[in-house]
């Protein structure tokens, strides 16, 4: 079992940053691929990037390609999710998942956490 925790979510202006922070629980962190997942309103939920558990070969939704950066830190069970140059259409609430592959489907994921909302305004 693996509990995932998201933070560092909130309000920006177009153009700024967030970095968003998923803390998980238990001691195999390290042997789990880790993704981000999005919502907006109305929408379904669709993947942002992916990180491996093994080499560390990160993967984007070309959406996100060169402004979003995903990042681990296996010592502190923590995955990143540095976010530049947001657009309003970046509004939606973010998820992390743990899973054993870093694919795009949210099939490849067994663990999701709650949620944090970014909202980005023009």
């Known amino acids: 079992q693996v509990q995932l925790v998201e933070s560092g979510g909130g309000l920006v202006q177009a153009g700024g940053s967030l970095r968003l922070s998923c803390a998980a629980s238990g001691r195999t962190f390290s042997s789990y691929a880790m993704g981000w997942f999005r919502q907006a309103p109305g929408k379904e939920r669709e993947f942002v990037a992916a990180?491996?558990?093994?080499?560390?070969?990160?993967y984007y939704a070309n959406s996100v390609k060169g402004r979003f950066t995903i990042s681990r830190d296996n010592a502190k069970n923590t995955v990143y999710l540095q976010m530049n140059s947001l657009k309003p259409e970046d509004t939606a609430v973010y998820y992390c998942?743990?899973?054993?592959?870093?694919?795009?489907?949210?099939?490849?994921?067994?663990?999701w956490g709650q949620g944090t909302q970014v909202t980005v305004s023009s």
């Open positions: 990180i491996s558990r093994s080499d560390g070969s990160t």
């Open positions: 998942a743990a899973g054993r592959w870093p694919g795009a489907s949210n099939l490849h994921y067994n663990y």
